[in-house]
């Protein structure tokens, strides 16, 4: 059985950084994407950035317009592993986030939809 696990929130200051770390367990994953995704209080889960790979070869990492240049996503070779690291953090990056595998890579990466299992959210608070 798959599962999908997050680590690494926490409450920081706004400028500060923080990395997020994902791992999934349970089968061998040469081919997949692994996406991040936020929800807010009160507002809709939104896509934030996902990479996907083929074996070695990173296919590719995407991010939202409201991270670009902030949040950098990686992953551990031969790990069913990404990190995402967030740095110079603001209040509006407040949320749970989640961590998602998508057993396809499927290029529609911000799409909640694609991905296949889901871990429980860690929670991240900047405050100002």
């Known amino acids: 059985q798959v599962q999908v696990v997050e680590s690494g929130g926490g409450s920081v200051q706004a400028g500060d950084s923080l990395r997020l770390a994902c791992v999934a367990s349970g089968r061998t994953l040469s081919h997949a994407g692994m996406g991040w995704f936020r929800r807010a209080p009160g507002k809709e889960r939104e896509f934030v950035a996902s990479?996907?790979?083929?074996?070695?070869?990173?296919?590719?990492?995407h991010y939202a317009d409201a991270v670009k240049g902030r949040f950098f996503i990686s992953r551990v070779n031969a790990k069913n592993m990404v990190y995402l690291q967030m740095n110079n953090l603001k209040p509006e990056d407040t949320a749970t986030y989640y961590c998602?595998?998508?057993?396809?890579?499927?290029?529609?990466?911000?799409?909640?939809?694609?991905?296949?299992?889901w871990g429980q959210g860690t929670q991240v608070t900047v405050a100002t």
């Open positions: 990479a996907a790979w083929s074996d070695s070869s990173v296919l590719g990492r």
């Open positions: 998602a595998l998508d057993l396809e890579a499927s290029t529609y990466y911000d799409h909640s939809g694609v991905y296949d299992y």
